[in-house]
């Protein structure tokens, strides 16, 4: 939230509640040498997917960990009729969000 200058905060009982049902939300998850770098939850309906939050380890930016979670949930759920990727916080995150047509 820091890197994006976000004024919110999202709990953790809220996180927990909706990955327990795999029906509604899936958390992705990228690795580098072992370690998780990068993080998305999206949000799920019958026909449509949220990309509803994201974070990465600042130090393995150079690697676009973020780039290799989003490209894997399109590619995954290319079959459904629309993909949210929802509001950005900064230019860096619209840059982001654009190269992938939003």
């Known amino acids: 939230m820091k890197k994006v200058n976000a004024n919110y905060c999202i709990s953790l009982p809220l996180i927990e509640d909706l990955l327990n049902d795999e029906r509604n939300a899936e958390l992705y998850l990228a690795y580098y040498n072992g370690k998780i770098v ?3 939850i999206i949000l799920k309906s019958k026909n449509n997917i949220f990309y509803w939050i994201n974070t990465s380890d600042s130090v393995s930016l150079k690697f676009r960990p973020n780039h290799k979670v989003l490209s894997h949930i399109i590619t995954k ?4 009729d629309y ?8 230019d860096t995150l619209r840059q ?3 190269t992938w047509g939003s």
Do not use: E, M, Q, V
């Open 96 to 98: 982001l969000k654009k």
């Open 83 to 90: 993909i949210n990727l929802g509001f950005s916080h900064s």
């Open 77 to 80: 759920y290319s079959d459904i």
């Open 38 to 40: 990068s993080g998305s």
